[in-house]
T-cell receptor, first 118, second 109 residues
Framework: NAGVTQTPKFRVLKTGQSMTLLCAQD?????MYWYRQDPGMGLRLIHY???????AKGEVPDGYNVSRLKKQNFLLGLESAAPSQTSVYFC?????????????????FGAGTRLSVL | DAKTTQPPSMDCAEGRAANLPCNHS???????VYWYRQIHSQGPQYIIH???NNETNEMASLIITEDRKSSTLILPHATLRDTAVYYC??????????FGQGTRLTINP
């Protein structure tokens, strides 16, 4: 049981290049999330998905696109990378929503992708 | 939505209990308190959660005050591998965890 797997682990891009980060989960979770983490800061939500074929914006969505064509996969795309997108990206999945009133909707995180944009 | 306040850093000796406090004075009646931790360069890891009663699992214990305005995460016998940033989170909104700055816990040999 691999849990949440992110590929690639590291990537260096030049400004203006594009790339796609892949997140795969094998827990049959409905919800998936993309976060970014910058030095000295907590995680910030970029986009999330509540099920196959659906996506929604999080706290910092600008400059990113996502797709959830299959339940187990959640893709994060950078169409034209900028130095401000240099960060560590984490994917997570959960059985259901991180709701106020539903207990144990725990998010499981991948190991992260370190992206540098020069 | 409730916000949380944690000390930026703490130290603890190996083998001793590590007690990490969290204030959430604006928590509403049905909001849960979750704790996650992030070991250097890894993804966050769920530790424990609670509503009103104290909770214990194989990793830690969670003590929530009777008025629910604060809580304490207890690692009963801290090891060097427990060195990490610990996040106290009160669920906000329908779909997101809000990670603040957390507490950087250093376990010293």
């Amino acid at each position: 049981n691999a849990g949440v797997t992110q590929t690639p682990k590291f990537r260096v891009l030049k400004t203006g290049q594009s790339m796609t980060l892949l997140c795969a989960q094998d827990m049959n979770h409905e919800y998936m999330y993309w976060y970014r983490q910058d030095p000295g800061m907590g995680l910030r939500l970029i986009h999330y998905s509540v099920g196959e074929g659906t996506t929604a914006k999080g706290e910092v969505p600008d400059g990113y696109n996502v797709s959830r064509l299959k339940k187990q996969n959640f893709l994060l795309g950078l169409e034209s990378a900028a130095p401000s997108q240099t960060s560590v990206y984490f994917c997570a999945s959960s059985r259901g929503p991180a709701s106020r009133y539903i207990a144990k909707n725990i998010q499981y995180f991948g190991a992260g992708t370190r992206l540098s944009v020069l | 939505d409730a916000k949380t306040t944690q000390p930026p850093s703490m130290d603890c000796a190996e083998g001793r209990a590590a007690n990490l406090p969290c204030n959430h004075s604006t928590i509403s009646g049905n909001e849960y308190v979750y704790w996650y931790r992030q070991i250097h360069s890894q993804g966050p890891q769920y530790i424990i959660h609670g509503l009103k009663n104290n909770e214990t699992n194989e990793m830690a214990s969670l003590i929530i005050t009777e008025d629910r305005k604060s809580s304490t995460l207890i690692l009963p016998h801290a090891t060097l591998r427990d060195t990490a940033v610990y996040y106290c989170i009160v669920i906000q909104g329908a779909q997101k965890l809000v990670f603040g700055q957390g507490t950087r816990l250093t376990i010293n040999p």
